[in-house]
């Protein structure tokens, strides 16, 4: 597939769900954090966690708890998190369960040694995803230090001597430590962080050692500038947003942007919005009344919409490319309520990319047992009798499936669970036309480009393709089965 | 791919989405209406659109409009009615508009010549589709005639001299016909239709020319019903229920099922549901109060829920399977907010095979302009000025596009456009495990049977592989290229 | 107050909550059912119950339910049926329960013979009445055949030595009677009797049994006509209104209106409405389309809104003085959206206003007890150790008010219970500006006519100026008593 | 009446809109700021406005704006505020338009020399009050600074010369003021005052400045505590509760609590509520976990419901009297969620009844006036063709009603305008069962008290009454009046 493309580093290419033309593109989008301000992992997690986990103990936890250090290996994005049992969720895009985990311990089907079963929890393996009380899907890069508090905090719980364990939470005395309590305290405590600065405030203290500076950027920026409108549409505030960009480009950093607007509170930006004020560069502050006369470069914004964005830059949702990390606030909202075209970010494509190529024999294993498995039942029908034993090769292809996920991290992949995409894999497909490592990948293309969709048969049409290669060519045994493997 | 099972023809298949081992299913459940009941088309979809038709003359409709004869080769599911501006539209799952018809007449991007062009109407070529205060999406084979009907009524209104064209309907001296109006009137034609019986009576007293028997239904369900446990929920009443299922098979239809739901009101079925009562199937009305004791086989049920039939059949919802044709009452929500298993009845099947397998090389010639496309940007990066010009190839892929749609109909495919897929299909993709031109289609399956999904590779993974390959074996260009193709 | 109005006769006055000034309304509207039209009672209550309880019958019920016939002292308008417990509730505006029956048995607080008491059922004797899935208020005369009979079936399985009693209905065997499955039941057959009708068919065939026709009342529309403009505005359907209509004018009925609109859907018509149809007076069907042009006379039309009606006739709202018996549809709504001026007719009144001067002396009895309980605590502060024996009066006062209720049927007034005010008084206070026991009685003021309110103080205010007077007259204790009885 | 509680200052009696009888109240709830903790008015209104009008202009508002001064005879409590138009409107409870003013000007009926008038704005003189995204109701006591600048902010830009008027704010060149972001503005600079604890900071450092200590309260609690159970729920956090109670009472405020809740988040508290934490008192943190063991005294929770509290204290709703000054949050919701006691404390009440009293001559007249025009009526009915002329009457009646209101202050009374109550009357009298100037008037009644209301008729019952009389007495002319004047 794309023979010359190869030549391009995998690491360096974007990939693409859905045909896109970027000669047509008149706009280009871009978030801030974790887009165009690029953090140091895992040092910048490590930095939340600690912060997090501070907090709580300065809240009263066990002084125990300041033991944990974050764990890169442990936490995966997209993971759901149960408040009321305190489980980490894997799940596909129908809410069936992947992966379950309750402080670090997995749990299985049905064992019989293990303290608890996800059937004891979850009797149909499935979750109803829409109960947005009750589960808290963990979809952004930010949510990482969080996601591995939970599990530490179950963990603590758990093996503490002093509590005892019950469905809904710990017990020690007349007190009674529920999970979503303790979900209470961590959403409670990161809230603490963001409000008070604290985070920001010690990122921006030892940038060096949190941030990425990449002088691609300014290039970037500048060459899309060249031929087409530049915008910047972040949830931060001017003050960060001024701190964190004058670090990067070489010359006043807004003027690489016709428009830039902060307090954007995406999602509400792609649907109502808010009152659009401007903000006094020279002191930060926001402007009473609003701006009405024409776009003046340079000018900052904050709040408005999507609707008011277009209005500003004159452009249509279709001929914007919005550049974002945030599956559901960038990426989802802007897609779904306004038509635009989407680049999602995705940091950890690195190292989903060097596995992929590493383990490829892991998959190709799982590809052979799922096709032998297949074969086992291809000459049978209804009437038959006949049931073969499979459970061997069903073991078989958990055991590759574990040991494929171990080979991301402890939770796995971000993408796939063995054969199984992941509910943020599906929202990938879905919303983001293209998708990459970081948006500075975009230099390695024209901005004529075509970045071209292969085209994907229905399982129909794959079969009718497949049945009519063979009546008409005489391939030899080993081409038909490299070829079905495809498909 | 799946080289025995090509000896199954194409049409006998059922076609897979998601892996299923129908050896853990414990239970099957059929929904009545297309799925069990199968009518002649386009016999039946006349029979309805004629008693539409004269339901809406006899409102008031001017006569002329009996002059349309429902016409097959229109209509296709799925599309969305706009009740604004009265245009048929047909998009994908973002709501891109695919096709946009207005009348009989086709819409298109911003042609000189047209008297009216999509982008007058729909400037961002997209659409909100959560509106559906004023999108309408018609998903069932039932709206098929009612589809037809709106094209038809805005074709006599359109050429009718009588009536001036407005952008939200037809005036005539005081009288102003809304789109949004007349919408409103068929609406209650259908209504007046179902609820008054008319369609069923006509059904029923001529069975031979509506209804498809085949011999072959009762060999299925006796044959699940040695296996495993069945049910039927529908939303019919119990007296055509009885009536349609009667002219099927050989004993007492009840005799098939351990349980039968009728009155199901889906998809509140799915949710909160309503009051279950036992029918008394002497005289079928409601018994009243509600039967508490355990499942008596040959009960039937009425309203209900799908909590209630999980109870009294004592199964999980992943462990069963349930056989349905609407897209969004059956399938959608019994996987999103039960997690079923769903088998999705798609009739139009066996017409999407047949133009597809005769039509093969207008697709392939799609691949090979796409391809050609892509090429010619391939040796670019984002420092070239150099940008080829494509307007031929896109020229071309747009007539070949539009002459693959002709060759489904004249709305096109109900799963694509061209290389787009539509919300049909995508829906088809995430909701329905498998799929089928009918549920008989079991018949050719051992009820231990494993439905192989194939593994489909997300594109940077594909990518990994395509490179990997070509580091690793010595191919020729042609079989790269071919096995290319198909990622 | 009032001297000389006090020639009218009471029955045949107009009551007023809000001052209106007549002069200032330029527009009428009515709603029929129940305000032009007139139904006979209990003759029409009777009819509903039968056909009512015949369709339960019908649908399965115990033949037994055939012995029951309806007993207009029983229901009271505007009680609340408890669909988890069947119980019927008297409340207040503030969900506190005044009167409580299960079946025919009243509940009383927490007696040691009685087989269930009120606390159990509701310890705080309150209802959260907000809680619509729950609690059905019965607000509109048509619903009075339906609250006697659940009375009906809770007393008539209550006492059946088939079943057994349980909190949430009946238990036979495996079979359950849930009072919800009753109420909904008793819902249908209602449904049924309107979407058939059953209902009107009976009551056309035997208008002079079942219908006043009142000379009167073409002469109020005349008069009306006069001065201001007309209009009619029902959820009966043209066919019913112009066969019920047509029985009483002498002259074409429609030629007393402006504008008549049926199938209004209040209380829908006054927030969004739905499409405006004009209909044809000779077939009785919508005709297609909408008139846009200026108000014809005699024009009948079928949906449409309050904001529509106010166009159509170009009036505001504050000029319109709405005429209905439905406290919610008609009243409430028309006044909180649209600001509409108010006229509730309440056909009951003629019983309440001739009980209550037949019973003026329990009503002296009861204020007198209570100035007496309040005396006992005017010297003491909250320093007094004295705490006064009231049971004795409080028995008193308990027995004077069920005694008061029984005057007027056995679930008491519509307006009262004891000293305490019911919901449906209190939305009447609150919503209608006027009330009355027919419409009629308009005939008895001027169209200039000033409909005052009298100044009603708040208790402070009363206070203030009760201690004033006592300053500065010398009023002898007689007088002083007389008039405190009146604040 | 009530000849003896007459002995009682008017100042410091508790009135009645409902009976109650003290006996029977199990438990006593308290409200902190303005109920237990009271500011000193004007000068903590005072501090509010400047503290934020000071950071309007520090957000960037002209200084010009620092000029104005708090004019406490402007602002009343209970307005509400037109987001869209910047105007205070007072409203009676059907939203009907009683006083209108923008910044500082009355608007008219329709009055020619006024350079807008309210018919411009609101032409039905009335407003849907349910649309709580356009109107603002400004409900409490901490509203009122924020009333006030309103009017300011309005009145400087009306009168600048640089802004130009429109009808949804002010212009000056490219810079729109718009209504709707003025309010936001301020909206979030209170919210600034309020997170930032700016203006507790400001109150503490100044106690005496700002708040009233009052020996008696310390008095009230210990004997209530005597009696029954007490708590306090209070929305503000344990600190500023810890440092503003110790201010007053003798020994540890706690003490005289059997339960403190503090972050009640009143009104979700008397609904779902939220996670319930105990307080560490020593350092004024959250406990992690719950408490699950019985009651202990002194205990202070953070956050939980009103059902939990009912738990705690083992005690039934209706068994609760719970004092508040928020006539929404404390009052309404307490009410009709809970079904509890309430009692409204209102400060405003020691000057209204000082008006009431000296003013006492005009409202007589409004009454006089009001028979008067109603007498001019009375001989005439439906047939008359005699038309009054009141318009004498009526501008008479507008003088002494703005005349009254002026007494007040600028904005009117709190409870009525003329003869019509404002929402927040009729909102006091729904749903407070008792109302005061304050708490600790408690303490002038025992707590075997019955508050006793006056027996209220409905207009048909006072007429019947009144016509009866007639029948049986003879009283003169003279005494009719007198009585008349009261219903």
Known sequence: MEPRAAKREIIQRVFVNRSLTLENIKCYGFDMDYTLAVYKSPEYESLGFELLRDRLVS????????????????????????????????IDSNGNILVCTHGFEYLRGSVADCYCSVDEYYPNKFIQRDDTNRFYVLNTLFNLPETYLYACLVDFFTKS?????????????????????????????????????TLKERTLKNLDKYVI????????????????????????????TEKWLVTNPKKLWRSYFDLVVVDTKKPLFFAGGTVLRQVDTDTGKLRIGTYTGNLQHGTVYSGGSSDIVCDLLDVRGKDILYVGDHIFGDILKSKKRQGWKTFLVVPEL????????DKASMFEELKHLDIFLAELYQHLDSGSQE??????????????????????????????CGSTKTLFASQLLRYADIYSTTCLNLLNYPFSYLFRAPLVLLPHEAAVESQTKEQITELSEHVLKTSSIKV
Chains 1, 2, 3, 4 share one sequence.
């Open 387 to 416: 049931c073969p034993d499979i459970s061997a090769i069903q073991n078989r292809i958990k055991m590759v499936t574990y040991g494929m996920d171990l080979c991301y991290g402890k939770m796995g992949s971000l993408l796939r």
């Open 59 to 90: 809240m009263g936890y066990p002084h125990e708890v300041l033991g944990y250090m974050y764990d890169p290996t442990f936490p995966t994005r997209g993971l759901v998190y149960d408040t009321t049992y305190g489980n980490l969720l894997k």
């Open 213 to 240: 500076k990449d002088p691609r950027l300014p290039v970037l920026l500048s060459r899309i500038k060249e031929v087409a409108k530049v915008f910047l549409a972040t949830n931060s505030d001017f003050n960060y």
């Open 161 to 197: 001597s002093r509590y005892k364990n019950c469905m809904k939470g710990f017990k020690h005395g007349d007190l009674f430590m529920s999970h979503r309590s303790m979900f209470q305290d961590i959403r409670d405590a990161m809230d603490y962080l963001h409000d008070t600065g």
């Open 350 to 357: 690195v190292k989903e990319l060097h596995v992929w190529a």
